[in-house]
């Protein structure tokens, strides 16, 4: 079960700033806490209709303006409502990373990233020494090391891999919560002729989970 959202992410101080503000609609500068403090109420008002994909917007909108444990943590529990708990992940660990966040705070996110971590099954990339590699997960870019582990939903994800000479490669997986993968990418080797294949592939299983991977190699030599 998912905790309630926390309503108070400001210091009171910022409340009178926010009624003080000067209105945008005068031509005035708007003071970014007040700008904070008001997308953080839209949040909530959102999240109370249902539309989370709109209080995620919103509480994205209010962390951009002025840093919060709170929205932080309203941002993290709205992640999980639309269905992406990695992001969630994300938000969490840095909160609980976060000295600034009070034991309340705390407490709450301990408790929901319990809850988010039991949904998620672990991906070990293992990429071969090749500079300018691009990765996308989904869709969504991600940053590229030599051994990389990503904590990915339970379900299936399309991974992908390019490199800057047109040599892609692709990788559909079905993930298990809990379970572990191993995916291999070597180093291209070189090719018999000019349709050869320039990236190879191999795969291995860890952690008992039963996934199953198809692997599509795309990238050829040029003639």
């Not at 269905?83 to 034991?103: F, K, Q, T, V, Y």
């Amino acid at each position: 079960m998912i905790a309630p959202l926390l309503k108070a992410p400001l210091a009171a101080s910022v409340l009178a700033a926010v009624a003080l503000a000067p209105s945008a609609a005068q031509g005035q500068e708007v003071d970014p806490e007040a700008e904070a403090r008001a997308l953080f109420e839209e949040g909530l008002e959102r999240a109370d209709q249902g539309d989370w994909e709109a209080a995620v917007e919103r509480f994205e909108g209010s962390l951009a303006r002025r840093d919060s444990p709170v929205v932080a943590y309203n941002l993290a529990s709205a992640f999980v409502r639309i269905g992406r708990p990695h992001r969630a992940r994300e938000r969490l660990r840095a909160l609980l990373a976060d000295p600034e966040a009070d034991a309340r705070v705390r407490a709450s996110a301990e408790a929901l990233l319990t809850e988010v971590e039991a949904q998620l099954g672990t991906v070990r990339l293992e990429v071969a020494n090749r500079p300018r590699l691009r990765l996308q997960v989904d869709g969504e870019a991600r940053d590229v090391t030599p051994a990389l582990e990503l904590r990915l939903p339970a379900g299936p994800h399309v991974i992908s891999v390019a490199a800057d000479d047109g040599t892609a490669l692709q990788l559909e997986t079905e993930v298990r919560a809990g379970g572990v993968e191993i995916l291999r990418i070597p180093a291209p080797t070189p090719p018999a002729d000019e349709t050869a294949l320039r990236w190879g592939i191999g795969l291995g299983i860890t952690g008992g989970a039963l996934v199953a991977s198809l692997a599509f190699v795309v990238g050829m030599l040029a003639a």
